[in-house]
């Protein structure tokens, strides 16, 4: 049989004449559906300070939140993700801090528990110590080796303590094997069956984290690299073994992280998986983009064609720095 698929009879630019006929044949589109906006908050009153690193990103104290939290709704921007600054004052070698019911995330989800409990707005926030701790780490230091199973210990009541102050997503970002089962088993016995866990569950020891150390203020106090229980860049088989074992453990969704480097690893996990993946478009991804546009050496698409490609590749939802921006702009 002849090729009919093929030069002269095909010509695959017909399609692409006309802007309504690209439109008509799309594959992927960003929405404010899509987005999850990460915050950074701090102590203090009526702060916004800008965040050194990420251009175009400030730490606010909790007094200002509530006008940020409306921003996301009117954008319909589903979720939020909270970050602490924890001041250094505050950070020792167990991260207690993480416990306090009085600390940052805390005082943010009560208010937002308060004001917007009935709203369509959806809060995540991180399950690591790596905010409250002097060595940076994501848990506790046993010989300078971050112990598995006594983090597991602390990552759950910190947990629960954050399930308390009405948080709906809580998100284990620490890497440490079988926590997801642990937090799971702990909120469904004090009855937070319905509180969703985001597990990290592909996170790599990148080199794309380091403006988020700086906003965070975690940068100078770590101590030597996070590759014992962070994923090598080299590998991708492993991802897959990660994800099974925290669906197992009772993920709602799945998380890959760093973002754009790793478009193969998202799609991979679309393409093995059920379960919803979303993608970290991380501090240094965003840096990186903003920059460059910036210094007009990018023109402003680029930001929609970064988010879009995580769509393509199979992302339910896209946690980035352009969350507000971008709403804004395909509203
Ligand atoms: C900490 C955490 C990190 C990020 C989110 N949660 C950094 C790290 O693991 O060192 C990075 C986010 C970003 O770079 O935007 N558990």
Not at 27 to 37: A, H, Y
Not at 103 to 115: E, R, T
Not at 202 to 207: E, F
Not at 267 to 290: C, M, T
Request: hydrophobic residues 35%; aromatic residues 8%; contains cysteine.
């Amino acid at each position: 049989m002849k090729n009919i698929d093929s030069y002269p009879n095909t010509r695959l630019r017909r399609n692409r004449k006309k802007e309504w006929s690209r439109r008509l044949i799309q594959e992927s589109t960003l929405s404010s559906n899509d987005l999850i906006w990460p915050i950074f908050i701090c102590e203090g009153k009526n702060v916004k300070k800008p965040v050194k690193t990420m251009p175009g990103i400030y730490r606010y104290s909790i007094d200002r939140l509530e006008k940020l939290v409306e921003s996301a709704m009117n954008k319909k921007i589903p979720m939020i993700a909270l970050f602490p600054n924890t001041p250094s004052s505050k950070k020792d070698n167990k991260g207690s801090e993480a416990l306090n019911k009085n600390n940052l995330i805390c005082q943010a989800l009560k208010l937002i528990k308060k004001n917007y409990k009935d709203k369509d707005i959806g809060t995540m926030c991180d399950v690591a110590l790596d905010p409250y701790t002097n060595h940076g780490h994501d848990g506790i230091l046993k010989n300078n080796y971050v112990d598995n199973d006594e983090t597991i210990k602390i990552l759950v009541k910190q947990s629960l303590l954050q399930a308390e102050m009405g948080c709906d997503v809580i998100a284990p970002s620490d890497m440490m094997d079988g926590r997801i089962g642990e937090i799971r088993k702990a909120l469904d016995k004090n009855g937070h069956e319905l509180v969703q866990i985001l597990s990290y569950a592909v996170k790599y020891a990148s080199n794309f984290y380091g403006p988020f150390r700086y906003a965070i203020g975690s940068k100078k106090s770590l101590k030597g690299d996070k590759k014992n229980y962070q994923m090598d860049f080299k590998n991708s088989r492993e991802a897959l073994r990660e994800v099974a074992l925290d669906v197992k453990e009772g993920a709602d969704f799945v998380m890959v992280k760093p973002g754009m480097p790793y478009l193969d690893i998202i799609k991979l996990i679309r393409d093995n998986f059920k379960i919803p993946v979303f993608a970290y478009q991380v501090s240094g991804e965003y840096s990186l983009i903003k920059n460059g546009i910036n210094n007009h050496i990018l023109n402003e698409e680029a930001i929609i064609e970064s988010l879009t490609s995580f769509k393509r590749a199979g992302a339910s939802a896209v946690v980035t720095y352009f969350a507000e921006e971008v709403a804004k702009k395909l509203r």
